[in-house]
């Protein structure tokens, strides 16, 4: 998984898998998912990411 934020855009994005992308859905005003040819999640991207997430410049490892 990788996790990137253009802080010139303010988009934060999430790639679960780096596959080609068949399909976007914006599903909310301002969340993109982002789908393979199999209809499977590839990534979910965040626009206006400082007005959405408390701070889209760290992230935090959670396992358990």
């Known amino acids: 998984m990788k996790v990137r934020y253009d802080a010139a855009k303010d988009v934060l994005t999430v790639i679960f898998r780096d596959v ?22 590839v990534s979910v991207e965040v626009l206006d990411a400082s ?3 408390e ?8 396992m358990q």
């Open 20 to 41: 080609p992308v068949q399909e976007s859905d914006e599903n909310k005003p301002g969340v993109i998912l982002d789908y393979d040819r199999d209809g499977n999640l």
């Open 51 to 53: 007005k959405r997430v």
């Open 55 to 62: 701070d889209p410049t760290t992230v935090t490892l959670a």
